[in-house]
């Protein structure tokens, strides 16, 4: 099965997947993000404790080495600062992109970016013709990816695949990019 690089170098942030040792910086990072999150991520709903972030970082391992998923941290100098993610969820011949970035990041292009070239690295692989990002329509934030990027909006699902978070609208938008 081919898979992503384990590394992609940008401009200003390094893609890389996570490892063990990421498990203190991680749930630092994700504890202070969690009022940021909390709105949009089912996942972020309570605690963040150590052990889950040690359950994230494994899950990460046992989805790498299926194919199942392709998680990476996205670094800057070093340091974590969010999560990109290409997930098998949409069919044999598609990828779907999830992030989330820690809040004091935003606004200066990390996800638009990351997401361009994980989006390239997908489109390079056998079999994937095309990738998704699904978001909340109250998510503009997350919207504004695709949309810079070219993705056309494909559909707009109510109900959401999982129960809405506090801050959503419960209708799904879909955007989608092919090869």
């Not at 990109?84 to 989330?100: K, Q």
Request: one cysteine or more.
């Amino acid at each position: 099965m081919n898979r992503p690089a384990e590394q992609i170098p940008l401009e200003t942030a390094v893609l890389r997947r996570w490892r063990s040792t990421d498990l203190a910086e991680l749930h630092r990072v994700v504890t202070e993000a969690l009022p940021h999150l909390r709105p949009w991520l089912p996942w972020a709903a309570g605690d963040y404790t150590l052990e889950s972030a040690a359950q994230f970082l494994q899950q990460c391992q046992d989805n790498w080495h299926t194919g199942k998923a392709f998680a990476y941290a996205i670094t800057v100098d070093g340091a974590i600062v969010g999560c990109i993610a290409l997930e098998r969820r949409i069919g044999p011949t598609g990828l779907e992109i999830g992030y989330w970035l820690h809040p004091g990041h935003t606004g200066r292009g990390l996800v638009t970016t990351s997401t361009a070239a994980l989006a390239d690295r997908a489109l390079a692989l056998p079999g994937i013709d095309h990738v998704e990002i699904w978001h909340d329509a109250a998510n503009t934030a997350s919207q504004a990816v695709p949309q810079r990027l070219g993705f056309t909006c494909v559909d707009r699902r109510s109900p959401p695949r999982e129960p809405a978070r506090p801050g959503e609208a419960g209708i799904e938008v879909v955007w989608r990019l092919t090869r």
